[in-house]
């Protein structure tokens, strides 16, 4: 791990999930804080500078792909690395989250807590 814990926003309006997610980040040595929806989450991001975002697409007051749109007009936000986590798998979201840049879209029914704590290693270049 790197001397500095790489600090991740969690974007999800599912407090069960947003919480097992903290558990488990918190459980490698990651900082984390929460939003519930894009709205608190694009202040969130803005004040709490991320090392990662983990985002939500469906969500309510503003939904993840507006919030990541919202995000890359910020001279702030344009290069901050953003992992789409979702239930849908719409094509079009998807297509949609690669254009505004995120590094992946994954499918929550797909990823287990550890897989997705690894693939965050591979994005941050932190080895174990």
């Known amino acids: 791990m790197p001397t500095k814990s790489p600090k991740i926003l969690i974007i999800e ?3 069960v999930i947003s919480k097992a997610y903290q558990l488990g980040f918190a459980h490698e040595g990651f900082k984390t804080v929460a939003a519930y929806d894009g709205k608190e989450g694009l202040e969130m991001a803005k004040k709490e500078k991320p ?8 969500m309510p007051v503003m939904d993840g792909l ?3 749109s919202e995000l890359r007009k910020q001279e702030w936000g344009k290069d901050m690395k953003v992992l789409v986590l979702t ?4 094509q079009a ?8 840049n995120a590094i ?5 029914a797909e990823w287990s807590i550890e897989l997705l704590t690894k ?9 174990d």
């Open 66 to 68: 507006t919030m990541l």
């Open 119 to 127: 693939k965050i290693k591979e994005i941050l270049k932190i080895s």
């Open 104 to 108: 992946d879209f994954l499918l929550k």
């Open 93 to 100: 979201k998807t297509a949609e989250s690669a254009h505004l």
């Open 87 to 90: 239930n849908s798998s719409d």
């Open 13 to 15: 309006d599912e407090k």
């Open 51 to 58: 090392d990662l975002i983990l985002l939500d697409i469906i």
